[in-house]
């Protein structure tokens, strides 16, 4: 396990998208092979609000825990330096929202911001994906554990992430290291732990 840096650009957008189907490879879902983990892994490689690890076998790179210790500063720093170049070249499919790709392009272009009431109890959030090779294994107890002691040191007091209601084993997964739920809609949950 080492930090994770730009370098890892490629690898953690691979994992990404053959993860990004609730656990599932999301490969088939998408035209366009960059975008999920554009979305979902490159801030936190490329600006220093946000950090992570990657977990790395013989075969290279199996898994990562991205993250950001203070999720409004990591907003705030996408929102400057991270969505106007994706703005630039994806534009906008406003209600015209098709595709999964057009899900996308759309929170480019209008990014969710984590709740008031979820950030100000626990302002950290992470990531966490790892490739089928790694999984069940105990990697992600020790990238969870990773991350967290990591956000303790940066001052959070608390750490939140979402998951899709159909990733039933992620679920089970978080539950088991402590995680509640704090929001639920209709096909996702914001689970919530304090650190
Ligand atoms: C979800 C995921 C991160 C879990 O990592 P993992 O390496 O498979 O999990 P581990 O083997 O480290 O399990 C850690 C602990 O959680 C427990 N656990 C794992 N899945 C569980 C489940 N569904 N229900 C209950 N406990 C579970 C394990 O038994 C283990 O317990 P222990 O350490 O007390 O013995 C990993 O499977 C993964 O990346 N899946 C695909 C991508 C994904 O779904 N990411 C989450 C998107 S929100």
Same mark, same amino acid.
């Given at each position: ?70 999720? *409004? &500063?990591? $907003?705030? +720093? ?13 534009? =906008?499919? !406003?209600?015209h929202v098709r595709s999964p790709d057009d899900r996308l392009r759309r929170l480019i272009h209008d990014p969710p911001l ?5 950030v100000s109890a626990y302002p950290a959030h992470l990531h966490i994906d790892l490739l089928p090779r790694a999984q069940g ?27 899709? *209601? &159909?990733? $039933?084993? +992620? ?13 639920? =809609?209709? !096909? ?8």
């Amino acid at each position: 396990m080492r930090e994770a840096g730009p370098e890892d650009r490629a690898d953690c957008y691979d994992i990404c998208l053959r993860t990004g189907d609730s656990g599932a490879d999301a490969t088939p879902l998408y035209t366009d092979p960059v975008l999920l983990g554009a979305v979902y892994a490159g801030p936190y490689l490329a600006l220093p609000e946000g950090l992570g690890y990657v977990a790395v076998d013989e075969q290279g790179v199996a898994g990562y825990v991205l993250g950001a210790a203070d999720t *409004r &500063a990591f $907003e705030a +720093a996408c929102e400057a330096g991270w969505w106007p170049a994706l703005r630039a070249t994806h534009p =906008d499919p !406003g209600a015209h929202v098709r595709s999964p790709d057009d899900r996308l392009r759309r929170l480019i272009h209008d990014p969710p911001l984590a709740p008031d009431r979820v950030v100000s109890a626990y302002p950290a959030h992470l990531h966490i994906d790892l490739l089928p090779r790694a999984q069940g294994g105990g990697v992600g107890r020790l990238l969870m554990d990773r991350i967290l002691a990591r956000f303790a040191v940066e001052g959070a007091r608390g750490v939140h992430l979402g998951v899709a *209601r &159909a990733n $039933e084993r +992620a679920i089970g997964f978080y539950r088991h290291l402590g995680f509640e739920t704090l929001v639920e =809609d209709a !096909g996702s949950l914001l689970l919530g732990r304090a650190l």
